[in-house]
């Protein structure tokens, strides 16, 4: 067994200030953007993550492998100066929603109408390998892969590994513990042990399973490349967004009894045929079935839980803290919103953990309680509400408000997406403009039953 301790030291500047010994558990996307955050303000990280270094792994099936990175993401990747790569050399721009209608023919619904802003898509290994490659900069960072959580006294910041290579034991303690372990973390999973940890979880009914549309025999797109495709069919819906190589990652959201139904390549090329048409030649018949037999779909989970933080000795963030569904593109960007966050209670508060960690509690979760719940509620806008008239007439009068009061009236989607105000703040944002809406259609109504009633009295009396 191997027992490494903490150490301290004084910061790099020379002055008498506490370098902090930080472990961040999970080297997935925010726990390794975490880690650059805190090696930027001279503490000391170690990061232990359970797989073996990406890196090294070929791309991984199954997990989703791209994501769209919107403006939260970004302004974190700007903090660690990966942004401009992230962006501009790397990410593809999609500036609205393609919506594949049942004929084959397609529309555009725009984001952003008026200033035109974006969403990119980008490579989920590409960008973890970035931010760890990054992490190669910093004396203070250490990595350890094939690490495994198995135990944890939050309390004492003491954590124990496992080896997944040797099975060896490693016991480690820290001043501070970060669990960016994921949706089903360890780290929550010692939480929930303390009085007072509220949590809850739901699986929601449908599964997704990825499959995929190759670049075209000229290695370019065979879709026009910067939108988000959307195939909306009301209960399901398929969606595609676009890769560096010019394939798309396609992923199909369905409940799991339609996907069980499924199980015969014949059965599988009619339902195509009769729902996704236009896909199968880009997927190609035989891919189709080839990709769609190989794997099973996986499920959804959302997360809520809080407080996120034991003393000041433990902290949750990223989907270890909030899980969402991923409907609203918003799972990393809000992990990665934690990364700012907290970068600017430490600055606030002087590196004061207690402080740090009771604020991050306190004030983060009405926020990523929001996402989750429009993340729900986008499902539902993206399968189905995006083909009706009436969703189409409040986004006219929505994008038409924004261009005449841009700084008033932020539509719901360009505030999650395009600005950083809090989650929650948002929903109420959308609360007020709704009841400002019904009123006016309220006075409409009411002016015209008024008109059409004096035209019929004058009409009596004439
Ligand atoms: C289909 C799909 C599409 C998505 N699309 C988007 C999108 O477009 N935009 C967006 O913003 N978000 C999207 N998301 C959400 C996004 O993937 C997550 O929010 C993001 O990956 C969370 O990052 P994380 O680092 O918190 O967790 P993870 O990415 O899950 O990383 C956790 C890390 O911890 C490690 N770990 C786990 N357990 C242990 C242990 N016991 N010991 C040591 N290490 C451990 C894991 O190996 C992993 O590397 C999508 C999610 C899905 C499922």
């Given at each position: 067994m191997t027992t490494i301790r903490n150490g301290h030291a004084n910061g790099s500047n020379g002055h008498a200030k506490k370098q902090l010994d930080v472990v961040v558990v999970g080297g997935g996307l925010v726990g390794s953007l975490e880690a650059l955050f805190l090696a930027r303000r001279g503490h000391r990280v170690r990061l232990y993550e359970y797989r073996e270094d990406i890196r090294n792994t070929p791309q991984a099936r199954g997990r989703s492998i791209n994501l769209a990175l919107s403006v939260r993401g970004r302004q974190a990747l700007k903090s660690v100066g990966l942004e401009h790569h992230m962006i501009q050399e790397h990410g593809i721009p999609m500036r609205g929603r393609r919506i594949h209608k049942l004929d084959g023919s397609t529309y555009v619904i725009p984001y952003d109408a008026n200033s035109k802003q974006c969403i990119y898509s980008v490579g989920r290994n590409y960008l973890n390998c970035q931010l760890l490659e990054e992490s190669e900069k910093y004396g203070n960072v250490e990595r350890f892969f094939h690490h495994k959580l198995v135990d944890a006294q939050l309390s004492k910041g003491s954590l124990t590994f496992q080896k997944t290579d040797t099975k060896e034991i490693v016991q480690v303690t820290a001043d501070l513990v970060i669990g960016a372990d994921g949706a089903f973390s360890?780290?929550?999973?010692?939480?929930?042990?303390?009085?007072?940890?509220?949590?809850?979880?739901?699986?929601?009914?449908?599964?997704?399973?990825?499959?995929?549309?190759?670049?075209?025999?000229?290695?370019?797109?065979?879709?026009?490349?910067?939108?988000?495709?959307?195939?909306?069919?009301?209960?399901?819906?398929?969606?595609?967004?676009?890769?560096?190589?010019?394939?798309?990652?396609?992923?199909?959201?369905?409940?799991?009894?339609?996907?069980?139904?499924?199980?015969?390549?014949?059965?599988?090329?009619?339902?195509?045929?009769?729902?996704?048409?236009?896909?199968?030649?880009?997927?190609?018949?035989?891919?189709?079935?080839?990709?769609?037999?190989?794997?099973?779909?996986?499920?959804?989970?959302?997360?809520?839980?809080?407080?996120?933080?034991?003393?000041?000795?433990?902290?949750?963030?990223?989907?270890?803290?909030?899980?969402?569904?991923?409907?609203?593109?918003?799972?990393?960007?809000?992990?990665?919103?934690?990364?700012?966050?907290?970068?600017?209670?430490?600055?606030?508060?002087?590196?004061?953990?207690?402080?740090?960690?009771?604020?991050?509690?306190?004030?983060?979760?009405?926020?990523?309680?929001?996402?989750?719940?429009?993340?729900?509620?986008?499902?539902?806008?993206?399968r189905d509400l995006v083909t009706r008239p009436t969703y189409r007439l409040r986004k006219a009068i929505d994008d038409f408000i924004y261009w005449l009061l841009p700084r008033v009236w932020v539509p719901l989607y360009n505030s999650v997406t395009f600005t950083t105000m809090p989650y929650h703040k948002c929903v109420k944002n959308r609360e007020w403009q709704d009841k400002v809406l019904k009123k006016i259609s309220t006075i409409g109504l009411l002016a015209a039953l008024g008109g059409a009633a004096v035209a019929i009295k004058l009409n009596y009396f004439a």
């Open positions: 360890g780290v929550r999973k010692a939480m929930m042990k303390q009085p007072l940890f509220d949590y809850s979880q739901k699986y929601i009914e449908h599964g997704y399973l990825e499959l995929c549309i190759p670049a075209d025999e000229n290695d370019g797109f065979q879709m026009p490349a910067n939108f988000l495709h959307i195939w909306p069919r009301g209960e399901f819906m398929m969606i595609a967004l676009p890769n560096q190589d010019c394939s798309w990652t396609v992923t199909l959201f369905m409940p799991f009894t339609n996907f069980k139904r499924l199980d015969t390549p014949e059965k599988l090329i009619a339902f195509f045929e009769k729902y996704f048409p236009d896909s199968i030649p880009l997927i190609g018949k035989n891919k189709l079935i080839e990709d769609f037999f190989a794997g099973s779909p996986s499920p959804l989970v959302a997360v809520k839980c809080r407080p996120y933080h034991v003393e000041d000795k433990a902290l949750l963030i990223g989907d270890a803290a909030h899980a969402v569904v991923p409907f609203y593109g918003q799972g990393m960007n809000a992990g990665f919103e934690d990364c700012t966050l907290l970068d600017q209670l430490f600055q606030k508060h002087n590196d004061n953990l207690a402080d740090i960690l009771t604020e991050f509690s306190n004030t983060r979760w009405e926020d990523t309680f929001a996402i989750s719940d429009l993340a729900m509620y986008n499902y539902i806008e993206m």
